[in-house]
């Protein structure tokens, strides 16, 4: 049997039960590809995960392997596989109740990975599976944001929000994006319209008459998604993902109230991703790349919650 390096949690705990270890390689389930991988990346879902907070959705069998995201090369291809060949560039997104990313190899569902955009490298590539098809399903499945609207995003420097400003902008919307002074300029940068610094100005002073809140905060930040409510004109919409709005607050200020989750992964919409991608309409943030083995030094600082766009762990020495 052929071992691999891979982080895993024997129990949910702090950062103190990550650990880097043999285990062994996965085999290929028979509608799986097998991926040798370059590339994942660190989600707050993780460290979620590892502390034991999402136990009410997905149960796991210890030990697991952590990481939804990944990027590599196919290594091998189950039977019932159509599409991928061994030796492509892939990019895609494990299902959280599956072993993840945090490993030399994974096997995965080819239904969840796509052929990597190709004006990508694969540590760019590790960073954008799980925030731009979360970004994807708030954007455009869920608020249907369209020309000439305007979008609210709380969080946009984050991984989930610089997608979701990218996608807004593509879609012809004007973007106003909240973070610290320290990226005004960075939302400026991938598309944002209007900037707010969370510290300085309380949005529901500047702000008025949007068609669509995107809260990636929630009211545990200052009641971001409280305050929301009265900056949203009759008939639009406050997009939650963080946590599920009061069906009463929605109808008493006439508004729709949705709680948007990214569970659903697909070759279909990570391809338009990619396609996007390659023509420059989306970029891949990474702020920071560290070796797996670095893993709770990354884990620390996505908790302290102030990541711009997204921390890349790499992996098999690419
Ligand atoms: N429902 C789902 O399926 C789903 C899927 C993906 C993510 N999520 C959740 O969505 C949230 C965002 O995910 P993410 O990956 O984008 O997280 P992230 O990358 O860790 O977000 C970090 C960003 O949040 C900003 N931020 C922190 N406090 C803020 C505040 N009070 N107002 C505005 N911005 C603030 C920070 O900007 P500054 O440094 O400038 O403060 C930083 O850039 C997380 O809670 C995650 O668990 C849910």
Redesign the pocket.
């Known amino acids: 049997m052929r071992t691999m390096k891979a982080v895993r949690i024997h129990g949910y705990g702090n950062r103190e039960v990550l650990s880097y270890e043999d285990t062994l390689r996965p085999e290929v389930g028979a509608d799986e590809v097998l991926v040798r991988v370059a590339g994942t990346s660190v989600?707050?879902?993780d460290w979620?995960a590892r502390n034991g907070y999402v136990t009410a959705y997905y149960q796991y069998t210890f030990p697991h392997i952590l990481g939804l995201d990944v990027s590599g090369r196919v290594e091998a291809v189950g039977p019932e596989v159509k599409g991928f060949s061994i030796g492509d560039e892939v990019y895609g997104r494990a299902h959280p109740t599956r072993n993840g990313a945090y490993a030399e190899y994974i096997s995965i569902p080819a239904a969840q990975v796509a052929h990597k955009p190709r004006s990508l490298d694969l540590m760019q590539a590790a960073a954008v599976p799980?925030?731009a098809i979360?970004a994807w399903?708030a954007m455009i499945d869920t608020a249907a944001v369209a020309a000439g609207q305007t979008v609210l995003i709380?969080?946009?420097?984050?991984?989930?929000?610089s997608a979701a400003v990218q996608l807004a902008k593509w879609r012809g919307a004007q973007v106003i994006g909240?973070?610290?002074a320290?990226?005004l300029d960075f939302m400026r940068s991938i598309g944002a319209d209007e900037v707010i610094d969370?510290n300085s100005t309380r949005f529901e002073q500047v702000v008025r008459d949007v068609d669509v809140v995107l809260d990636?905060?929630?009211d545990m930040?200052?009641n971001?998604l409280q305050r929301s409510w009265q900056v949203i004109k009759p008939g639009g919409m406050l997009a939650s993902?963080?946590q599920f709005p009061s069906p009463e607050d929605a109808a008493a200020h006439g508004v729709q109230g949705s709680?948007?989750?990214?569970?659903v992964c697909d070759t279909q919409t990570l391809t338009e991703i990619g396609e996007l991608i390659d023509r420059g309409q989306l970029r891949s943030i990474v702020s920071t790349v560290l070796p797996l083995a670095k893993v709770h030094q990354a884990h620390e600082q996505?908790e302290n919650?102030?990541?711009?766009?997204?921390i890349v762990l790499q992996v098999n020495g690419h």
């Open positions: 989600n707050p879902f979620a799980h925030v979360t399903r709380h969080g946009a420097a984050g991984g989930v929000g909240t973070g610290s320290y990226n969370y990636l905060v929630g930040g200052d971001t993902l963080v709680f948007v989750s990214s569970d996505s919650r102030h990541v711009r766009g997204k």
